[in-house]
């Protein structure tokens, strides 16, 4: 599957972006998860929100939870994230990931996902 994150952009903080990730080449539904990660300048990659397959459960690193929300829409086989109250500390690129471990529970490193797409820049301004 090919992956291509976009939806990025300058905020304000307190402001509102919604991100995109649009799949091809297979269905989400051939993954145990799919998520968003994000990565600022000098950091290493970190989860940020994750959809399973079924698209019954979410899960969010602290930061974001009550701020972000992840969805997918899968006859458009894409996959969200809402993000409102954006902060400074926010800023960052994202990327969207499918997971790529085998097994039943949904993941958070970034080693466990694959198929990166190139990411789409948020920035913050204070």
């Known amino acids: 599957v090919q992956l291509q994150a976009s939806g990025g952009g300058l905020v304000q903080s307190g402001g509102s972006l919604r991100l995109s990730c649009a799949a091809s080449?297979?269905?989400?539904?051939?993954?145990?998860?799919i998520g968003w990660f994000r990565q600022a300048p000098g950091k290493e990659r970190e989860f940020v929100a994750a959809?399973?397959?079924?698209?019954?459960?979410?899960y969010y690193t602290d930061s974001v939870k009550g701020r972000f929300t992840i969805s997918r829409n899968t006859a458009k086989n894409t996959l969200y994230l809402q993000m409102n109250s954006l902060i400074p500390e926010d800023t960052a690129t994202y990327y969207c990931?499918?997971?790529?471990?085998?097994?039943?529970?949904?993941?958070?490193?970034?080693?466990?996902?694959?198929?990166w797409g190139q990411g789409t820049l948020v920035t913050v301004s204070s």
């Open positions: 990931g499918v997971q790529t471990y085998y097994g039943n529970d949904v993941r958070r490193r970034a080693d466990d996902y694959g198929s």
């Open positions: 080449g297979g269905p989400f539904g051939n993954y145990n998860a």
């Open positions: 959809i399973n397959w079924r698209g019954d459960r979410r």
